[in-house]
Antibody, heavy 119, light 107 residues
Framework: QLQLQESGPGLVKPSETLSLTCTVSGDSISSVTHYWAWIRQPPGKRLEWIGSIFYSGSTYYNPSLKSRVNISIDTSKNQFSLQLSSVTAADTAVYFC???????????WGQGTLVTVSS | EIVLTQSPNFQSVTPKEKVTITCRASQSIGSRLHWYQQKPDQSPKLLIKYASQSFSGVPSRFSGSGSGTDFTLTINSLEAEDAATYYCHQSNTLPGTFGQGTKVEIK
């Protein structure tokens, strides 16, 4: 059974870098039919796609965040990671990782982790 | 960026009633429209992909239709466990975007 689990600090200071890791179990992250994605949900706001990565390391990002985002993948550990730099209070959100069919629907999601940006 | 607008924002429904949620795209997206269900304090779950294809394990009372700019999610014979917020999502044009959500409450 496929499971995705986010991990990382729940509190990040303004101007610092947010770092999260998603550990995948029950499926190989080296799938040729799936991307691996990060999505966030600020309190009371709609979901926002951050970016996605293929097992080869190929990435594509939301242009609104592209200058601050880096997504990487470690196939040996079946994990992929998110780094978001220069964070502000506006980056406070629940962050989800998900498996994405090609570049289409998000088929399975992690439980989500709340990251608060505050000094 | 494509804007997805859902209606209504909120719906209070009695069990066994039929629910219809619409999602309108600011420009044509073909059939690359997907629907998710998010229950309180849970992550979203995929219900319908490509406008009308049911995802694995989803109850048959959930169905989707539409193409171009106008899409519909229908829940036939609502059950108490269907209380949730429903989101549409388009993957036709980068960046992928989501609707604002429709909250369905059980009376």
């Amino acid at each position: 059974q496929l499971q995705l689990q986010e991990s990382g600090p729940g509190l990040v200071k303004p101007s610092e870098t947010l770092s999260l890791t998603c550990t995948v179990s029950g499926d190989s992250i080296s799938s040729v039919t799936h991307y691996w994605a990060w999505i966030r949900q600020p309190p009371g706001k709609r979901l926002e796609w951050i970016g996605s990565i293929f097992y080869s390391g190929s990435t594509y990002y939301n242009p609104s965040l592209k200058s601050r985002v880096n997504i990487s993948i470690d196939t040996s550990k079946n994990q992929f990671s998110l780094q978001l730099s220069s964070v502000t209070a506006a980056d406070t959100a629940v962050y989800f990782c998900a498996r994405q069919f090609l570049r289409e629907a998000f088929e399975y999601w992690g439980q989500g982790t709340l990251v608060t940006v505050s000094s | 960026e494509i804007v997805l607008t859902q209606s209504p924002n909120f719906q209070s429904v009695t069990p066994k009633e039929k629910v219809t949620i619409t999602c309108r795209a600011s420009q044509s997206i073909g059939s690359r429209l997907h629907w998710y269900q998010q229950k309180p304090d849970q992550s979203p779950k995929l219900l319908i992909k490509y406008a009308s294809q049911s995802f694995s394990g989803v109850p048959s009372r959930f169905s989707g239709s539409g193409s171009g700019t106008d899409f519909t999610l229908t829940i036939n014979s609502l059950e108490a466990e269907d209380a949730a917020t429903y989101y549409c999502h388009q993957s036709n044009t980068l960046p992928g975007t989501f609707g604002q959500g429709t909250k369905v409450e059980i009376k």
